[in-house]
Structures are given as structure tokens and as C-alpha cells.
């Protein structure tokens, strides 16, 4: 003989109507939404602010911001030494120079400072590339290729390279190492004279609060 349990039944249909209670799934939704957002907001604020130009205390950024960030063309070159054209600025945060080709005193200064701080990111170096822009007597070939190699130099003079070149401020333009996010946007500019440890510091915080590139 089976026994009706009507408690049991009650419990059944109550736990039915619960799994189906379209508010019951709106409170589940709106959890999981309030997980994930914890997760991405930090990281999204974190990010806006210091491009914002918030800095806690102690925290200051040692370059210039160039806000807005200024998209650069997309152009593609052939580097000093190449066979093929590349793309000048994609899919890599970039330190670039742009100078005269002949390179004096002040471009390899520069150069040398973008050197060695790509080094000293030690296993995030492979996010960074090194790009120079001759602005004219290109290239001291030579030099570039014995003191740096995997530095891509582009004959910035050629007419494809105009509007690229037009992007970059122009007030000394020669004695700042420039910063560009792998979407293409110029973002900082760092005084080439300065103490190359301010350009480390600012390079490390893009790349740690940056999941592209």
C-alpha cells in the first residue's frame, strides 16, 4: 500500500514553482553580474583614472600624458635593412624616437634610454617594440644595427610617412622618448634627458594595468 505524503507533494510543487519563478532567475542573474563586476570594474577605474590624471599620493606619473590619447595613422613602412613592409605601430605597446637619421649625441641618448628600459622589464619586454623615426639623413645603418639590434628605423621623409609623422607633437620633439598603446594611440611622451627610471616606472604601470598588447 502506498502512502500519500501531502507534505511532500507541497514540497515538490514549491520547489517546481522556485526553480521556475522568473524572479527567482532575475536574482540569480543580477548575483553573477555582481560577481563578474568585481573582477572588471577595479581593473576599468584603475585605468581610467590614471589616464585621467588621478595619482594618489606619492604615485605621480613622471612623463606627460597626451590627453586625448591621439590615434596615429595606420601606416605601413619598410624598416632600414628590410625586405618587406610592416606596420609601423600594431598589437605591441611601442617606444618610439623621432629624430634626425644621423643620429648625434642627443638620438642616441634617447635610443639607448629605450633600450635598456625594454630590458629591464625583464618578462614583459616581449609587449615592448623599439620604433625610430627618421625625420631626415637616414640612416646611420651601421650604428643602429651594431648598437641595436631589433630596433625597427623607418625612413619617416617618404610620402607615405607624412601623415604618421604629423601625429607627433612637434614642440622639441627630439628630446622625448614617446609612448604608444597597441591600439595605435600615442599616449605619453618622456623627456629623453630625464632619469630613465621614470620612463621604467610609468612603462611597468601601463603594462600592469593593460591586458592587451
Keep these: 500500500m502506498v502512502e500519500f505524503c501531502g507534505a511532500c507533494s507541497d514540497s515538490l510543487v514549491l520547489h517546481g514553482a522556485a526553480v521556475s519563478d522568473p524572479a527567482l532567475q532575475t536574482r540569480n542573474l543580477r548575483t553573477v553580474s555582481a560577481m563578474a563586476g568585481l573582477f572588471v570594474l577595479p581593473l576599468a577605474l584603475s585605468f581610467i583614472l590614471y589616464f585621467s590624471g588621478w595619482r594618489p599620493p606619492g604615485q605621480a606619473a613622471h612623463g606627460q600624458l597626451i590627453d586625448p590619447p591621439r590615434p596615429l595613422a595606420a601606416v605601413s613602412l619598410v624598416p632600414i635593412g628590410g625586405a618587406a613592409p610592416v606596420r609601423v605601430f600594431a598589437r605591441r605597446w611601442t617606444l618610439a624616437y623621432v629624430g634626425d637619421g644621423s ?7 634617447a635610443l639607448f634610454v629605450i633600450r635598456q628600459s625594454r630590458l629591464l622589464l625583464n618578462q614583459d619586454m616581449q609587449r615592448v ?30 610620402p607615405e610617412a607624412q601623415a604618421l609623422l604629423a601625429s607627433f607633437p612637434t614642440d622639441g620633439r627630439e628630446t622625448y622618448v614617446f609612448i604608444v598603446d ?6 605619453m611622451r618622456e623627456s629623453a634627458a630625464a632619469d630613465p627610471k621614470g620612463l621604467l616606472d610609468d612603462l611597468r604601470k601601463l603594462l600592469r594595468l593593460s591586458h592587451i598588447g
Design 103 to 109: 643620429c648625434a649625441a642627443q638620438c642616441r641618448r
Design 129 to 158: 617594440a623599439r620604433v625610430f623615426l627618421a625625420t631626415g639623413h637616414c640612416c646611420d645603418r651601421e650604428f643602429l644595427m651594431r648598437e641595436h639590434p631589433g630596433l625597427q628605423a623607418f625612413d619617416a621623409t617618404l
Design 182 to 187: 597597441p591600439l595605435g594611440n600615442l599616449v
